[in-house]
């Protein structure tokens, strides 16, 4: 009886790979019929199936009846290039920031307009940002990993990313001006060194520089949040826990 239940799981767990590999190979999605010939399944173990993927994510029907692929499968797109970026090598050299510059350290990978935290190296002496989340993109403006994303568009994909996003004031001292951004993207260009002061959150200053892939295309950055008033006595010294963590990291990746 157990072997039978066990058969049965694998089958049914085989069937739904094949259907994400079929929808995810469609540019337009497929619809249940389309999927029942393209896997050799019945419409009614199909439609059992999309209904399960559909309850977590994994697909969603179009108004026109077609089954894409879901957030569910973006996120898992992002834990995989977390994992792969965040080697234990890269986790150690984190920790060397933190300890160094008495900091939390973190590591942020870019793909588009997304932002994912792929790894934090803090500690209870030095606890990471309280209100850190996976998703940046509306606050990419106000971040220093952010600015280094932003850095690397050019004038037609910042206008993009503006008119999908704006730029919303999250505190006081948040950049809300695109002349002013700007501005702040063309330094941050120059210096290879991104700064936040107050802008994300009150009171919280970080520092960021770019993880280079081995082509010299920005995917990540590295980056140290401590408080404003501790920033501004060590922000030379924190710049140069940066820009080598970036090189190192970038180096651990290139091997």
Not at 33 to 45: K, R
């Amino acid at each position: 009886m157990t072997s039978s239940r066990d058969a049965a799981g694998i089958r049914s767990a085989d069937r739904t790979l094949q259907i994400l590999d079929a929808v995810g190979a469609s540019p337009d999605g497929l619809t249940a019929a389309d999927l029942a010939d393209q896997v050799g399944l019945s419409q009614a173990t199909v439609y059992r199936l999309l209904a399960t993927l559909q309850a977590h994510d994994y697909l969603v029907r179009t108004k026109d009846a077609h089954y894409i692929l879901g957030r569910a499968v973006d996120d898992l797109g992002r834990a995989v290039r977390a994992q792969l970026i965040a080697t234990p090598a890269v986790r150690d050299i984190l920790a060397r920031m933190r300890d160094t510059a008495r900091a939390p350290a973190y590591l942020t990978v870019f793909r588009g307009d997304d932002i994912a935290v792929a790894h934090v190296a803090d500690s209870v002496a030095h606890p990471r940002i309280g209100q850190l989340h996976v998703g940046f993109a509306e606050a990419a403006h106000v971040t220093a990993f952010g600015k280094i994303m932003l850095a690397e568009k050019d004038d037609a994909e910042l206008r993009r990313y503006l008119d999908r996003h704006g730029a919303p004031m999250l505190t006081g001292h948040s950049v809300t001006s695109e002349q002013e951004l700007r501005d702040q993207l063309d330094e941050v260009r120059a210096m290879q060194v991104a700064v936040e002061v107050d802008e994300y959150m009150p009171k919280l200053a970080c520092i960021a520089a770019p993880v280079r892939s081995r082509t010299g295309r920005t995917v990540g950055a590295v980056s140290v949040s401590t408080g404003t008033d501790d920033f501004a006595s060590r922000a030379h010294d924190l710049e140069r826990v940066v820009r080598r963590g970036a090189w190192h990291v970038a180096s651990s990746l290139h091997a």
